[in-house]
């Protein structure tokens, strides 16, 4: 519209230089005005959730991540059972899925011949465009029986000495979800993490080989500690999946909010109760109080989300 | 490719659009209790096949949820097998600034289910039993607690899983309401409530998500409205009343409950642990939460005709689904009641 | 030599197991495919695709209104998450060297770490509470706010890969800077932009959280835009953890179905995305 000639004037050298700016003047107000949005989207986002949950911030303060009691009935919202789960879960998908995922990485980065190793990823990859809901499922109808006849006996009658494998087991657990979480998050490590090995410049292998090195040994010693900020970004971008994560955990958890010792028990997290309970709280705090626990949710992710982008720039400007 | 794509969905966006104007159907949203869904589900269908244009969208989310979002005003209606309490009517009146009706749609049973592997036996249960059962204080199944009301039965020593709701629900408070009013222990802990600090189990969400919980786990006990455990062929306890008789669930002891019911203009009143030796003791009314003043006409007509069609065709298919319709009185004081609709 | 022995016997074990950690990836992945594909398949009919859900305990019935419903969802996400994020991409990439482009981005990032039952709770308080209604809108709200940081990103990356040689060449030419991204820049990223949307797409057509309180559900077909409505992945959700074993025929038909469509879509798109990039670079 703008570079249509409006005006018939005859000093068109002018004109012409005008029409630019003005065309380039429209364009930049209009993806300014888009670039905008956002950030008025995402601090509307973190007023609302901030504004939203005043009533319980100012009825309990900290001791609301502190408070283990969850009861609507009373009103007494204690949200510590919750950022248990979350963090239970979470960290126990990392254990399994990280040496898992760093050992894949490797595989595909350093052995597997490259045609291999990309149609590998490729098909690695596309587990995590699996729905959440999809793997929730799964998890109900294939990962809990599973665990139920086969797995859990087993890890019981082996490991059942530990405090984490013990007492009852009905299927849908703390351990349960913290499976499930891990198939979810072992692709983006496992696509990261490779990434980042085959960035590592080929010089260091072979100066490693040369010295005499094992395979092995260049590859533990020297290139995983040189993409190892890399390897940690991708941990961290995990770990923020994994706590925000919703139907998944919903479905396989057991929706309990206590705080056991054993890995066995039911638990319940962040995210699940807000699925459960925020369209039906009936009084003005109990809906509050998913709100802050929204916030609490949002604040995490933006903490480890922040670790995580920091260590990937910063290897990618060490890698370069 | 992508424009042909584009294009086509526009034109189906148009299209629906325009459905949408030409034929005025209206269109109602309601949301709540779990218990009375299968009933509801099917009354919504067939009332939807008797009229057309008519589409009542019935979500089932708890009790909790159907009281939260007719006070919010963002459903039409709300549905709730627990009457709203003092303080919900006054916070509806404030946000709605009208009164909240309340109309009773069928009656039905909560019953204790169980998924015992190897006991086929219906078992019995003593308001105790199941108190403790779900306090946690009986642990096993083969407790005295519940062997000595089942002496014929073989018990496994296994360690009794509860399954309750992890949702706000109408059927936890007919629950805890019976347990409360037969337990001193449950009066002086939990409570009654729709949302409660359970002592033990796992919760699932609404009696659907219960009964699928409880047919995953083994040695799990649960609650349930009864239509939940027939159409999965689930156990029945029998569970034993005020008058000392151990009662099975059905349309006829549900109706036998309510035969003494004293029923209020508001239409709010408790039948757990009624007397009557027939009578089934966790039994309950559920009801639809109306505001009084609706102001869009054509919804008002729906609701208003589609309660006094509720009333008359909708209750002869209640003992299909192991409801018990109302008693006439009942239905008598509603229709005069549904003329408050204004 | 008995090092050397233990130095090489460390290797082959290591080097093995991370073999392992691969195939165990890949054969959890086979699993799960072929467990989904055989109980998808095996429950699938054509009343799936042609049917409404039936009365709760009843059998038979299908989600063709969620089909539909998610189809809508998804077009409403699209007109709200794309155009907001494709634009204020070519901001960053063609405006973007400025304090306040370092803003949009950290913004983006966060927006994009947002967990998506928080974006439900957003979009409920932004749509449902003033407009006193759950709607397909609402979803689409839901789903849109969280298409905007992928579509950003994508649309800024492959509108930097896009050659400097040819910005020169039409500047050179005579033509403004606004006239050189939209005529030049942005056709020569195209395929990449398109296939980015695709994936997009594909991410959010199987999320549910932020569908619980905003399109809610509905048995029937869903009139226009501001009623509420069902949808795939809520329908999963809602089947799977009843306890019916016919609804449970029913949700593995709609994982099947979805995750068919969420697949296709990534393969065709990471092809499509290989060939485009790989041109662009060469």
Redesign the interface.
């Known amino acids: 519209m703008a570079t249509q000639p409006a005006t018939l004037s005859p000093s068109s050298e002018r004109s012409f230089l005008q029409r630019i700016r003005s065309g380039d003047a429209v364009a930049h107000t209009l993806t300014g005005m888009a670039a905008s949005t956002i950030l008025a989207v995402t601090i509307l986002l973190a007023y609302h959730l901030w504004s939203g949950s005043s009533l319980p911030r100012s009825a309990f303060g900290w001791s609301f991540v502190t408070g283990s009691?969850?009861?609507?009935?009373?009103e007494k919202f204690g949200a510590l059972p919750f950022i248990f789960g979350t963090l239970t879960t979470s960290l126990l998908s990392l254990l399994i899925a990280v040496p898992v995922g760093l050992g894949a990485a490797i595989f595909l980065a350093e052995l597997a011949p490259r045609g291999a190793s990309d149609a590998l990823t490729f098909m690695i990859e596309l587990l995590a465009a699996v729905p959440s809901v999809i793997y929730g499922l799964l998890g109900?109808f294939l990962l809990?029986?599973f665990l139920q006849s086969t797995l859990v006996p087993v890890l019981v009658s082996t490991l059942g000495f530990l405090p984490i494998f013990q007492g009852?087991f009905?299927?849908?657990s703390v351990f349960s979800a913290g499976i499930i979480l891990a198939i979810m998050i072992v692709p983006f490590i496992i696509s990261v993490s490779r990434e980042v090995l085959l960035a590592v410049p080929q010089d260091q292998r072979e100066a490693a080989l040369a010295l005499g090195s094992t395979k092995w040994e260049s590859t533990w010693k020297i290139v995983v500690p040189y993409a190892m900020r890399g390897i940690m970004g991708s941990v961290f971008l995990a770990l923020a999946r994994a706590l925000g994560e919703t139907m998944a955990v919903?479905m396989v958890i057991?929706?309990?909010p206590q705080i056991a010792t054993s890995l066995l028990a039911?638990g319940?997290s962040i995210a699940a109760v807000i699925a459960?309970?925020f369209?039906?709280?009936?009084g003005n705090m109990h809906?509050q109080v998913l709100i802050e626990l929204g916030l609490v949710l949002f604040a995490l992710t933006v903490l480890i989300n922040g670790a995580a982008r920091l260590l990937i720039l910063s290897t990618k400007a060490g890698g370069k | 490719m992508?424009k042909r794509f584009l294009s086509a969905?526009v034109a189906a966006?148009l299209f629906?659009?325009s459905?949408?104007s030409s034929e005025q159907?209206q269109?109602l949203?309601g949301?709540g209790a779990t218990f009375p869904?299968?009933m509801y589900?099917?009354w919504?269908?067939e009332y939807?096949k008797a009229h057309p244009l008519v589409?009542i969208?019935?979500?089932s989310?708890?009790?909790?949820?159907?009281?939260?979002?007719v006070t919010?005003?963002?459903?039409d209606f709300g549905a709730s097998d627990q009457p709203m309490t003092d303080e919900?009517i006054a916070a509806f009146q404030t946000a709605r600034k009208t009164p909240v009706l309340h109309f009773p749609t069928v009656m039905g049973a909560v019953v204790p289910t169980y998924n015992l592997p190897g006991v086929t036996a219906d078992l019995k249960f003593t308001p105790a039993a199941l108190a403790g059962i779900f306090l946690g204080k009986v642990k096993k199944w083969n407790d005295p607690a519940i062997a000595s009301a089942n002496p014929d039965v073989k018990l496994p020593g296994d360690?009794i899983?509860v399954v309750h709701r992890?949702?706000?629900s109408g059927t936890s408070f007919v629950f805890t309401d019976f347990l409360t009013k037969v337990s001193p222990d449950w009066a002086a802990g939990p409570?009654k409530?729709?949302?409660?600090?359970?002592p033990v189990?796992?919760?699932?969400?609404?009696n659907?998500?219960v009964?699928?919980?409880?047919?995953?786990?083994p040695n799990?006990i649960a609650y349930t409205e009864m239509?939940?455990a027939v159409?999965?062929k689930l156990p029945m306890g029998d569970v034993q009343n005020a008058a000392g008789k151990f009662v099975k669930a059905s349309p006829e002891s549900v109706t036998a409950a309510a035969a003494n019911m004293q029923m209020p203009d508001d239409f709010r009143v408790s039948i757990t642990n009624a007397a009557g030796e027939a009578a089934y003791p966790i039994s309950s009314l559920t009801w639809l939460l109306v505001p009084q003043t609706i102001q869009d006409a054509g919804k008002r007509q729906v609701i208003t005709d589609f309660l006094t069609w509720m009333l008359t065709t909708g209750q002869g298919m209640a003992p299909a689904?192991q409801y018990a319709a109302l008693p006439a009185a009942v239905v008598e004081k509603e229709k005069a009641a549904i003329a408050q609709i204004k | 030599m008995t090092l050397s022995f233990r130095r090489r016997a460390v290797n082959a074990v290591m080097l093995t197991l991370t073999g392992v950690c691969t195939f165990l990836v890949a054969g959890v992945l086979l699993v799960i495919l072929g467990y989904l594909a055989w109980n998808g398949a095996t429950s699938l009919s054509l009343d799936f695709f042609t049917k409404l859900p039936?009365?709760?305990?009843e059998t038979g019935g299908g989600m063709a209104n969620a089909i539909l419903g998610s189809?809508?969802v998804l077009?409403l996400a699209m007109l709200i998450g794309v155009p907001i994020g494709f634009f204020a991409g070519v901001y960053l990439a063609e405006f973007g060297d400025s304090a306040y482009s370092g803003v949009i981005r950290y913004a983006t990032d966060l927006l994009n770490g947002v967990p998506s039952i928080v974006i439900g709770i957003f979009a409920y308080a932004l749509v449902?509470?003033p407009m006193?209604?759950?709607s397909t809108l609402a979803g689409g709200v839901a789903l849109g706010i969280m298409m905007i940081p992928i579509s950003l990103r994508t649309t800024e990356e492959f509108l930097r890969a896009v050659p400097v040689s040819l910005r020169e060449g039409a500047m050179a030419l005579g033509a403004s800077r606004s006239r050189t991204i939209f005529t030049v820049v942005i056709p020569a990223a195209k395929n990449g932009i398109?296939s980015g949307l695709m994936l997009n797409l594909a991410r959010v057509a199987g999320e549910t959280a932020p569908l619980l309180f905003t399109a809610?559900?509905?048995?029937?077909?869903s009139?226009?835009?501001l009623?509420?409505t069902a949808t795939l992945p809520s329908m999963i959700y809602?089947y799977?953890?009843?306890?019916?074993d016919d609804w449970h025929r029913q949700a593995w038909a709609a994982g099947f179905v979805l995750l068919v469509l969420v697949l296709t879509v990534n393969v065709a798109a990471r092809f499509a995305i290989g060939r485009g990039s790989a041109r662009g670079r060469s």
């Open positions: 009691d969850w009861d609507p009935v009373a109900i809990v029986p009852q009905f299927g849908v919903t057991g929706n309990k039911p319940y459960n309970e369209a039906e709280a009936t809906q | 992508t969905a966006s629906l659009a459905c949408g159907p269109n949203t949301a869904y299968p589900s099917k919504f269908s939807q589409q969208n019935y979500q989310q708890g009790s909790g949820a159907g009281i939260r979002q919010e005003g963002t459903v919900q360690d899983v992890s949702d706000g409570g409530g729709s949302a409660i600090n359970w189990g796992l919760g699932g969400k609404g659907e998500g009964v699928g919980l409880l047919k995953q786990t799990s239509i939940y159409q999965n689904l | 039936v009365p709760v305990g189809a809508k077009l449902v509470q006193k209604h759950f398109l809610l559900g509905n048995p029937f077909w009139s226009g835009w009623q509420p809602n799977a953890i009843a306890p019916y």
